[in-house]
């Protein structure tokens, strides 16, 4: 009886599960944990583990909650060697190898538990996690918190730089990546410069990708049908056979605001009227120097617009990130004098941070300043808000180009070489955005596409065929 009792127990199917693996930056992170819920809903009887690599200054409790109990958290070691800054370093991604044993012992003490299907990786953490995933013959695949069109350049990449010698910073030439419109050099991620600290980083994260089973993409067809053909047609590898796509957005981190704890700005703009305000925010890093934000300062006051504007620390001296962020900016001394006082009708200045995605769907917000993340980017189309493009950092402003020639979501703000924004550019975008025939062409595209976002991700839209058939594949592997 007891002998097969033990039989029945080692021939019972054990349960399927997965394993997500996102970067340590929190931008990175909460996209894969919403993804991890969505899959939940494709396939309610799996469990999903996700790795949690967090940084040295960056508590556990940074990550999101709740989740439903199918999702189990696997913290792994902190390394103290990590960079503290919040600039991405090379070491950044030493740290990711070095972390390789730990990845191996935790899929395996889960692997005797379950019936590991697939690992999901986040793209910074591929050229290494694939080493491990092919070690236990486990298909991985890749996960891209980007446009589509980012990862059409990224695919491309390795093609892109060996028909160039000089660097894309210093060519002047209009690049022809397939999956993408015509992209000025300059334009290009910092990343992919000839020279930059993480060129040879993105160049062999670049060669991995088309080892991945399956390359998933928090988008949506509808928003980026050009990047979808072409990568699918295999323009993007010519050497390779591509990868599948699955495009599994948008996944937007619902944070809600209710109760007592409505935050001050909400308030305010319950006070406005409908579509008058604009929003400005530059993300979880974005900041400027004293002249910048007081040129910002003057251009909206002469635009006369209605404005909502998360104001940050300038950067720390020679950094161009960091921030202290441990205290708040003083505004009388970063804003012209008399600035506050002569706005307070119009507009609202919020020290350092405010909760983005209430603001954007509140019904006060008609136009969006921002830098071009890509959550802030799937967030503003979510909502139905047109936005004025003004990149800073990272792929953004080859984002720019795609969410103003590709994608029609935005105008361009237009900076100097040296990457300043005049006043005078700032009044004229603003007005334009918020009060003329090209401000309400990108508006109509705006509300298009929220309504494009929903039809993809409801019963039979892109998004959830999509899911539908990443599941489907690592079944059949
Ligand atoms: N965010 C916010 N309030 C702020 C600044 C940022 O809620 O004051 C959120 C924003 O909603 C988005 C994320 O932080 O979800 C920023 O991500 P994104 O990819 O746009 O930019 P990154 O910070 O990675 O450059």
């Known amino acids: 009886m007891y002998t097969l009792c033990l039989l029945h127990f080692s021939l019972s199917p054990m349960e399927e599960a997965i394993v997500i693996y996102p970067a340590s930056m929190l931008t990175h992170l909460a996209p894969m944990v919403e993804f991890a819920k969505l899959l939940l809903t494709?396939?309610?009887?799996?469990?999903?583990?996700?790795?949690?690599?967090?940084?040295?200054s960056q508590?556990?409790?940074?990550?999101?909650?709740?989740?439903?109990?199918?999702?189990?958290?696997?913290?792994?070691?902190?390394?103290d060697l990590l960079p503290t800054s919040t600039d991405l370093d090379p070491l950044f991604f030493d740290v990711i190898?070095?972390?390789?044993?730990?990845?191996?012992?935790?899929?395996?003490?889960?692997?005797?538990?379950y019936t590991l299907n697939a690992i999901i990786v986040d793209f910074f953490c591929t050229s290494a996690a694939f080493e491990v995933a092919s070690d236990l013959?486990?298909?991985?695949?890749?996960?891209?918190?980007?446009?589509?069109?980012?990862?059409?350049?990224?695919?491309?990449?390795?093609?892109?730089?060996?028909?160039?010698?000089?660097?894309?910073?210093?060519?002047?030439v209009l690049l022809d990546i397939p999956g993408a419109p015509p992209i000025?050099?300059?334009?290009?991620?910092?990343?992919?410069?000839?020279?930059?600290?993480?060129?040879?980083?993105?160049?062999?994260?670049?060669?991995?990708?088309?080892?991945?089973?399956?390359?998933?993409?928090?988008?949506f067809e509808y928003l980026e049908p050009k990047s979808f053909k072409e990568i699918n047609d295999g323009l993007c590898l010519p050497d390779y056979p591509t990868p599948p796509l699955y495009c599994i957005g948008p996944l937007i981190v619902n944070t809600t605001v209710d109760g007592?704890?409505?935050?001050?700005?909400?308030?305010w703009l319950d006070s406005q009227p409908s579509k008058s305000v604009v929003f400005l925010c530059f993300g979880s890093l974005g900041s400027f120097s004293v002249q910048q934000l007081k040129e910002i300062a003057v251009g909206l006051e002469r635009s006369g617009q209605r404005f909502l504007w998360i104001v940050r620390n300038p950067p720390l001296e020679n950094q161009s990130l960091n921030i202290d962020t441990k205290v708040d900016p003083d505004l009388k001394s970063l804003l012209p004098p008399g600035f506050l006082e002569r706005t307070k009708e119009k507009g609202l200045v919020v020290k350092s941070w405010a909760p983005q995605l209430a603001v954007l769907n509140h019904d006060s917000v008609g136009g969006f300043v921002t830098h071009c993340g890509w959550n802030s980017v799937l967030e503003s189309v979510c909502a139905g808000v047109p936005m004025l493009a003004w990149p800073l950092y990272a792929e953004q402003r080859f984002n720019r180009v795609l969410m103003v020639e590709e994608m029609k979501i935005a105008l361009p703000m237009v900076e100097s070489e040296t990457g300043f924004v005049s006043s005078t550019e700032v009044e004229k975008?603003?007005?334009?955005?918020?009060?003329?025939?090209?401000?309400?062409?990108?508006?109509?595209?705006?509300?298009?596409?929220?309504?494009?976002?929903?039809?993809?991700?409801?019963?039979?839209?892109?998004?959830?065929?999509?899911?539908?058939?990443?599941?489907?594949?690592?079944?059949?592997?």
């Open 42 to 56: 494709q396939h309610p009887s799996l469990s999903i583990h996700i790795l949690i690599a967090t940084l040295p």
């Open 59 to 79: 508590p556990s409790s940074t990550v999101p909650s709740p989740v439903p109990p199918s999702i189990t958290f696997h913290y792994l070691p902190t390394f």
């Open 97 to 113: 190898r070095l972390r390789n044993p730990d990845v191996r012992r935790t899929l395996l003490t889960i692997s005797n538990n």
């Open 137 to 172: 013959n486990l298909p991985a695949y890749s996960f891209l918190p980007t446009a589509l069109g980012a990862a059409a350049c990224l695919l491309y990449l390795p093609t892109l730089c060996n028909k160039f010698t000089q660097s894309f910073q210093h060519l002047n």
């Open 184 to 219: 000025p050099s300059a334009d290009m991620p910092p990343t992919t410069f000839k020279g930059n600290k993480l060129y040879d980083v993105f160049l062999d994260i670049a060669t991995n990708l088309p080892r991945s089973t399956g390359i998933i993409v928090d988008t």
């Open 260 to 267: 007592d704890g409505v935050p001050q700005c909400i308030k």
């Open 429 to 477: 975008r603003v007005k334009e955005l918020m009060g003329s025939k090209e401000g309400d062409s990108v508006r109509e595209r705006a509300l298009a596409m929220k309504h494009a976002a929903r039809v993809a991700t409801s019963e039979g839209g892109s998004t959830r065929i999509a899911l539908a058939k990443l599941v489907e594949s690592w079944k059949q592997k």
